[in-house]
Nanobody, 117 residues
Framework: QVQLVESGGGLVQAGGSLRLSCAASGYIFRLDIMNWYRQAPGKQRELVATIFNGGNTNYADSVKGRFTISRDNGKNTVYLQMNSLKPEDTAVYSC???????????WGQGTQVTVSS
């Protein structure tokens, strides 16, 4: 059974940095897409960053230039380096892994990121 375990959340002052990690335990033949989502209180869940198996990345406009997503395929791990954090980045951040064959979605439990002004 595959489980995703996240780490790295916490409290940071505006302008600071945090690095989130999400590692998959259990066997996965190939992780095709890795995503980071976030959800702030009272708001819809937002796709923050995506990294594909070939290394291409996409970012939400709100985080471009500040966040960097990366992956370690050998460790089935995805990272989110968050710099120049703003109070509006405060949210629960969740990782999501997708495979094409078979089509499967895996979710982490979420980690809280709080940015104080």
């Amino acid at each position: 059974q595959v489980q995703l375990v996240e780490s790295g959340g916490g409290l940071v002052q505006a302008g600071g940095s945090l690095r989130l990690s999400c590692a998959a335990s259990g066997y996965i033949f190939r992780l095709d897409i890795m995503n980071w989502y976030r959800q702030a209180p009272g708001k819809q869940r937002e796709l923050v960053a995506t990294i594909f198996n070939g290394g291409n990345t996409n970012y939400a406009d709100s985080v471009k230039g500040r966040f960097t997503i990366s992956r370690d395929n050998g460790k089935n791990t995805v990272y989110l380096q968050m710099n120049s954090l703003k109070p509006e980045d405060t949210a629960v951040y969740s990782c999501n892994f997708q495979t094409f064959l078979p089509p499967t979605n895996y979710w982490g439990q979420g980690t809280q990121v709080t940015v104080s002004s």
